[in-house]
């Protein structure tokens, strides 16, 4: 059972350079979520999405945007990367939020470095 | 907007031991559910333990146990009889009831619990 999968799960950038960040999840969830998690910062909502073909932003948004076009799949993306950006993204899906109390479920994070 | 606080950036505790995880939360919302993650070192988010607000019985999961303070907007974690495997920072986090743009999980800043043998 694979849950919710990240790829790639380590990667170093320079700066300026851009990259996508992947995540399926295969539990047939409406929501999805990219967070970031900085020490001392816990994690804070980048964008999420509540559905195919929607999404908004979160807490933190500016540098970032997403696509979701499949409702298993969440891209995060990059367009040019900044050396504040440089943290562990984690991806999560959960269901739908009036479902009663559905946890979010977490993929296994991605090491970002931009150097 | 709703915040949750970790007073405690870490604590320790001995093997066998029991251990008090401290969360409090503002919110202005009568509904609303409550969540404690462990991030072990391989960064995995797992989850530990939840609580509806709308429940007055304290969630427990076997050696996991809460002690949910409604009207004190406190939410903590009680670990009994703790384990090495138990190491790993605690993050405490808040989600609104309902649907609409009440999804979003707000996260504590987390406790790093270290366990000695």
């Known amino acids: 059972n694979a849950g919710v999968t990240q790829t790639p799960k380590f990667r170093v950038l320079k700066t300026g350079q851009s990259m996508t960040l992947l995540c399926a999840q295969d539990?047939?969830?409406?929501?999805m979520y990219w967070y970031r998690q900085d020490p001392g910062m816990g994690l804070r909502l980048i964008h999420y999405?509540?559905?195919?073909?929607?999404?908004a932003k979160g807490e933190v948004p500016d540098g970032y945007n997403v696509s979701r076009l499949k409702k298993q799949n969440f891209l995060l993306g990059l367009e040019s990367a900044a050396p504040s950006q440089t943290s562990v993204y984690f991806c999560a899906s959960s269901r739908r939020a009036g479902q009663s109390n559905q946890p979010q479920h977490f993929g296994d994070g991605t090491r970002l470095s931009i150097l | 907007a709703q915040t949750v606080t970790q007073s405690q950036p870490e604590m320790s505790v001995q093997e066998a031991e029991t251990v008090t995880l401290s969360c409090t939360y503002d919110?202005?919302?009568?509904?609303?559910?409550l969540f404690w993650y462990k991030q072990p070192p391989s960064r995995q988010m797992i989850l530990v333990i939840r609580?509806?607000?709308?429940?007055?019985q304290n969630a427990t999961e076997n050696r996991f146990s809460v002690n949910f303070q409604k009207a004190a907007k406190s939410f903590s974690l009680k670990i009994s009889d703790s384990q090495l495997g138990d190491a790993a920072m605690y993050f405490c986090a808040y989600r609104n009831a309902g649907g609409g743009s009440n999804y979003k999980l707000t996260f504590g800043k987390g406790t790093l619990l270290t366990v000695n043998p």
């Open positions: 919110t202005s919302e009568s509904d609303y559910y």
């Open positions: 609580q509806e607000a709308y429940k007055q």
């Open positions: 999405s509540v559905g195919e073909g929607t999404t």
């Open positions: 539990m047939n969830h409406e929501y």
